[in-house]
């Protein structure tokens, strides 16, 4: 709930125009559909689903353990991350009445297409692909039973070029061109739905230029392409002792890691103690996942290594007794970070490209410098060894916008057409039948990651923009 009301709590930023009432129901709702594994703690500002809403989480590992408990001495609290990927079978008996009530066709797609998805068993690291379908991917949870109620054409291959309108500045489609042929098509449509994320939906509304718009489309705010954002994002590790020479075991799991430590200063940061105003979260890996060829597995692990015997023995005494830490920050939005139409570039296609202008505040550096400090503490309290020591310095430590590829705004929602490009329902003020459904929409950029979000908030729009149609308003 602090999210959605920041500046109501420390004055920085922006509020949303809606609160994380509207949304809740639309989180629980995704969650249900794709699948996600986690549990209901109880913490402060980080939200517990409703009862039968999560799947079970898998179990920690041994370092994700000793992080556990260790991390308790310093006030950390360690929990289950949630992370879409099946730990069973979605129950396709009664969670198609729940997301489609009323609508027998949606809800007969919908369990059949859940009973084509298995629960994980381990195999494979989830970001190469999932044939069984068990993690979340927008191909392979979304786009099958969409194309079953046969409603939904694919076009692929095609390159948007801009939102066309008519002369009493209404969408009437999009201009594509076909990357095969090069040559330009149209589809028209009586909404338009823009989802290319946040900074191509930014690209297409300020290359879509007419006598109506010649500031770009959507943008008589003249804040199409401002406050765009980042995930803060700060990383540091080390090796553990303690996790030397562990017997072989199973670690098998989730193709990722199984816990995670909200944040948890949030009185300490209301109390103007910490020196920044907005906090994070924290990741971190560790155990005996498939090795990469990169470095050594030396103690320090600085790219030297043994051979032969001596090899053998480095990896069977340090494998899996490494950890890295990551931490996952808010940024505030700020005027100096926003991306425009480059006056002299343009991609493949001859389509104009954007350029960036990005500035990290004192607010972001300080986090950083904090997370470092933060993780430092931690490997030491696992009885680790710290590379080196962390940097106070902030400006030092925090990784490039654009890094973490959490970008979102540039077309802001807001109560009000003079501050921001879309209502409370990503609609856009100046031209009604034109929605944005990505994370362009954010006010802010909280430190949780934005994917469940955009989703709950893609779902509500879609909601909106049936119902006004059925009342005549599209």
């Known amino acids: 709930?602090?999210?959605?009301?920041?500046?109501?709590?420390?004055?920085?930023?922006?509020?949303?125009?809606?609160s994380y009432e509207d949304v809740a129901?639309?989180?629980?709702?995704?969650?249900?559909?794709?699948?996600?594994?986690?549990?209901?703690?109880?913490?402060?500002?980080?939200?517990?689903?409703?009862?039968?809403?999560l799947q079970p989480p898998p179990k920690a590992r041994i370092g994700e353990l000793l992080a556990r408990q260790r991390?308790?001495?310093?006030?950390?609290?360690?929990?289950?991350?949630?992370?879409?990927?099946?730990?069973?079978?979605?129950?396709?008996?009664?969670l198609p009445a729940k997301l489609h009530p009323g609508n027998p066709k949606a809800q007969r797609i919908l369990a059949e297409d859940m009973q084509n998805r298995a629960a994980c068993f381990w195999a494979t690291r989830c970001e190469r692909g999932c044939s069984i379908r068990a993690n979340y991917q927008s191909t392979t949870v979304h786009i099958p039973p969409a194309l079953a109620t046969g409603n939904l054409d694919i076009l692929a291959g095609a390159m948007v070029r801009e939102v066309m309108v008519d002369s009493a500045g209404k969408a009437t489609g999009v201009a594509y061109i076909d990357k095969k042929s090069g040559l330009e098509h149209r589809a028209s449509a009586r909404v338009v739905v823009l989802g290319a994320s946040a900074c191509e939906t930014?690209?297409?509304?300020?290359?879509?230029?007419?006598?109506?718009?010649?500031?770009?489309?959507?943008?008589?705010?003249?804040?199409?392409?401002?406050?765009?954002?980042?995930?803060?994002?700060?990383n540091w590790g080390g090796q553990i002792p303690l996790l030397e020479n562990l017997p072989p075991h199973n670690e098998d799991g989730a193709g990722g890691l199984h816990v995670y430590a909200p944040w948890w200063l949030y009185k300490e940061q209301k109390a103007g103690k910490l020196g920044f105003a907005r906090g994070y979260h924290v990741e971190f890996g560790t155990g005996r996942g498939i090795p990469g060829g990169r470095g050594g597995f030396g103690r320090d692990s600085g790219g030297r290594t043994s051979y032969g015997p001596g090899l053998k023995e480095e990896a069977r005494r340090y494998y899996?007794?490494?950890?890295?830490?990551?931490g996952r920050g808010e940024m505030i939005p700020n005027a100096d970070s926003f991306c425009e139409i480059d006056p002299g570039v343009v991609d493949k296609w001859g389509i104009p490209v954007l350029r960036f202008h990005w500035k990290w505040s004192d607010h972001e550096t300080r986090q950083v410098a904090h997370m470092?400090?933060?993780?430092?503490?931690?490997?030491?309290?696992?009885?680790?060894?710290?590379?080196?020591?962390?940097?106070?310095?902030?400006?030092?430590?925090?990784?490039?916008?654009?890094?973490?590829?959490?970008?979102?705004?540039?077309?802001?929602?807001?109560?009000?057409?003079?501050?921001?490009?879309?209502?409370?329902?990503?609609?856009?003020?100046?031209?009604?039948?034109?929605?944005?459904?990505?994370?362009?929409?954010?006010?802010?950029?909280?430190?949780?990651?934005?994917?469940?979000?955009?989703?709950?908030?893609?779902?509500?729009?879609?909601?909106?923009?049936?119902?006004?149609?059925?009342?005549?308003?599209?």
């Open 320 to 326: 899996g007794s490494f950890i890295g830490f990551s």
């Open 202 to 234: 930014v690209r297409l509304l300020l290359n879509s230029k007419s006598n109506g718009f010649p500031g770009g489309l959507a943008n008589s705010s003249g804040l199409v392409g401002k406050y765009i954002m980042d995930t803060v994002g700060g």
């Open 1 to 18: 709930p602090y999210d959605f009301k920041p500046r109501s709590r420390d004055g920085l930023g922006f509020d949303w125009p809606i």
């Open 25 to 53: 129901p639309y989180y629980d709702k995704v969650e249900m559909l794709i699948g996600v594994y986690g549990s209901n703690e109880g913490l402060e500002n980080t939200p517990d689903s409703p009862e039968g809403v």
């Open 71 to 94: 991390g308790r001495r310093l006030g950390i609290p360690v929990i289950p991350i949630r992370r879409a990927v099946l730990t069973r079978p979605l129950d396709h008996r009664t």
């Open 372 to 474: 470092q400090k933060t993780f430092a503490d931690w490997i030491e309290a696992m009885g680790g060894v710290n590379r080196r020591a962390p940097d106070p310095d902030g400006r030092k430590a925090i990784t490039n916008g654009g890094f973490v590829i959490h970008e979102v705004g540039g077309t802001i929602m807001g109560a009000s057409p003079s501050d921001s490009v879309t209502n409370s329902w990503s609609q856009s003020w100046d031209v009604k039948n034109l929605f944005v459904a990505d994370g362009g929409v954010f006010a802010s950029n909280a430190d949780k990651n934005p994917t469940l979000t955009i989703m709950a908030l893609a779902w509500r729009t879609a909601d909106r923009i049936l119902d006004e149609m059925r009342r005549g308003n599209l």
